[in-house]
């Protein structure tokens, strides 16, 4: 069993790196500019890629949207990247854990 988690961990890991690469060198929609791909989950068959974004809290709907954009393309370059037999669907997520880390960070700086 631990065999298949690291071997999960490894393909979860590949997959977020290259989509960071491609969302960093091969889109130019003002909407991707800061966003970070925290994670990814790709489903046991690799048909599915759930991937979590993380961006500024008022920008949100804008992430998404250029994500929802650009997911052909991204797709696309992400099967020739990976080499897989089969290219995950990708599905967006906004990862708002950065965000709650910040806002107990300054509480905390708060409370001093």
Known sequence: MAEHSAASRKVNETARAHLASLLLTEFSDPR???????GVRVSKDRSVATVLVSSSPGHYD??????????GRLRSLLGRELGWRVTPELRFVIDTGVDHAQEIDAYFRNEE
């Open 32 to 38: 991707l500019e800061l966003i970070t791909v925290t």
């Open 62 to 71: 804008s992430t998404l949207a250029g994500l929802e954009s650009a997911k």
